[in-house]
């Protein structure tokens, strides 16, 4: 049996068993999700077509993992203008495998993963233990982890040079919110985006919503503005 789904504005032909990407839903690994925008079944020549969806058709999905797809380069360029524009996406993704196809309003049978599971269970026993134990030693336990997470998490990827920051914004593709996004991170100069490593250029594109294409451009740019 085949069905046809549509999902992220895509329509998909799937049959139990299919492994696909689509655009992202949320869920963790092992976790199953629903469809229920399903267009047409069917089995060999017989097939059922919906109006736009099929009635009590499901169509249900275990995600198998969370990435993202390569980067899709957008540049625009005007003649004569001395303007260009370079914007770098990459869409999110779930990769799903299907698990049941379901029709006249049956349920999902399929549950999730048995690693997931057995992660409850052990999140669990672990809980039960730090109850058992004395309140005054979770207490004192949990406050410095608490701590240290909150500092890692606030902890800038470079270090805030000393002086009156530059306004990136005259940068072509850096607005207010993406200046500010930077600012939080401690880039704060031309100077200190001219100076980028390839290294740097990576860690900004792991930890920030930018392609490393964007950083680039950017860094070619910061180089003249900084000699002025």
Same mark, same amino acid.
């Given at each position: 049996?085949?069905?046809?789904?549509?999902?992220?504005?895509?329509?998909?032909?799937?049959?139990?068993?299919? /492994?696909?990407?689509? %655009?992202?839903?949320?869920?963790?690994?092992?976790?199953?999700? %629903?469809?229920?925008?399903?267009?047409?079944?069917?089995?060999?020549?017989?097939?059922?077509?919906?109006?736009?969806?099929?009635?009590?058709?499901?169509?249900?999905?275990?995600?198998?993992?969370?990435?993202?797809?390569?980067?899709?380069?957008?540049?625009? +360029?005007?003649?004569?203008?001395?303007?260009?524009?370079?914007?770098?996406?990459?869409?999110?993704?779930?990769?799903?495998?299907?698990?049941?196809?379901?029709?006249?309003? $049956?349920?999902?049978?399929? &549950?999730?993963?048995?690693?997931?599971?057995?992660? $409850?269970?052990?999140?669990?026993?672990?809980? $039960? &233990?730090? %109850?058992?134990?004395? +309140?005054?030693?979770?207490?004192?336990?949990?406050?410095?982890?608490?701590?240290?997470?909150?500092?890692?998490?606030?902890?800038? /990827?470079?270090? $805030?040079?000393?002086?009156?920051?530059?306004?990136?914004?005259?940068?072509?593709?850096?607005?207010?919110?993406?200046?500010?996004?930077?600012?939080?991170?401690?880039?704060?100069?031309?100077?200190?985006?001219?100076?980028?490593?390839?290294?740097?250029?990576?860690?900004?594109?792991?930890?920030?919503?930018?392609?490393?294409?964007?950083?680039?451009?950017?860094?070619?740019?910061?180089?003249?503005?900084?000699?002025?």
């Amino acid at each position: 049996m085949f069905a046809v789904i549509k999902t992220g504005g895509k329509q998909y032909r799937v049959a139990a068993n299919d /492994l696909l990407k689509i %655009e992202k839903v949320e869920g963790q690994v092992g976790d199953i999700v %629903e469809i229920g925008h399903v267009l047409a079944h069917g089995e060999g020549e017989n097939v059922t077509f919906g109006a736009p969806f099929v009635d009590g058709a499901l169509v249900t999905a275990e995600v198998v993992e969370q990435g993202k797809n390569r980067t899709v380069i957008a540049f625009k +360029k005007r003649r004569r203008q001395n303007s260009r524009r370079k914007i770098g996406h990459r869409q999110l993704l779930t990769t799903v495998r299907i698990a049941e196809i379901l029709l006249g309003g $049956a349920k999902p049978t399929k &549950k999730a993963a048995a690693k997931t599971e057995a992660k $409850a269970e052990v999140a669990a026993k672990t809980e $039960a &233990k730090a %109850e058992a134990a004395p +309140k005054t030693e979770a207490k004192a336990e949990a406050a410095p982890k608490k701590e240290a997470k909150a500092s890692e998490t606030a902890a800038p /990827l470079f270090k $805030a040079p000393k002086g009156e920051p530059d306004d990136l914004t005259v940068i072509k593709g850096i607005g207010p919110v993406a200046a500010g996004q930077l600012n939080e991170q401690g880039i704060m100069t031309f100077a200190q985006i001219a100076k980028l490593s390839d290294k740097d250029v990576a860690r900004i594109d792991e930890h920030m919503p930018f392609s490393a294409d964007q950083i680039t451009d950017w860094r070619e740019q910061a180089k003249e503005l900084a000699k002025k």
